[in-house]
Nanobody, 119 residues
Framework: QVQLVESGGGLVQAGGSLRLSCAASGTIFSINDMGWYRQAPGKQRELVAT???????NYADSVKGRFAISRDNAKKTVYLQMNSLKPEDTSVYYCNADADTNRGRLNLWGQGTQVTVSS
């Protein structure tokens, strides 16, 4: 079964840091773009950061300078280092991957991990 599994969420005080991880598993031949999105209660899901297979990154303006996305292609894993966290960063964070698999090209989503930042 092809899937993404996230880890690393939790509760942190404002100004603190967290690191999210997302590992892909199953019969995956290659992964193109990977990214992190988030969705707060009552709001639409929004892009946080993306990274191409070649390592080019893109960030939402709200997280630039505080968050860093990276990937380990050998481990089929994407990371999100979150520093200087603010209460408004509180959301469920989802990872996403565009992957070539034994079932064809799939757009995969993780199950989500809760990040809560207290003031």
């Amino acid at each position: 079964q092809v899937q993404l599994v996230e880890s690393g969420g939790g509760l942190v005080q404002a100004g603190g840091s967290l690191r999210l991880s997302c590992a892909a598993s199953g019969t995956i031949f290659s992964i193109n773009d990977m990214g992190w999105y988030r969705q707060a209660p009552g709001k639409q899901r929004e892009l946080v950061a993306t990274i191409t297979g070649g390592g080019r990154t893109n960030y939402a303006d709200s997280v630039k300078g505080r968050f860093a996305i990276s990937r380990d292609n050998a481990k089929k894993t994407v990371y999100l280092q979150m520093n200087s966290l603010k209460p408004e960063d509180t959301s469920v964070y989802y990872c996403n991957a565009d992957a070539d698999t034994n079932r064809g090209r799939l757009n995969l989503w993780g199950q989500g991990t809760q990040v809560t930042v207290s003031s």
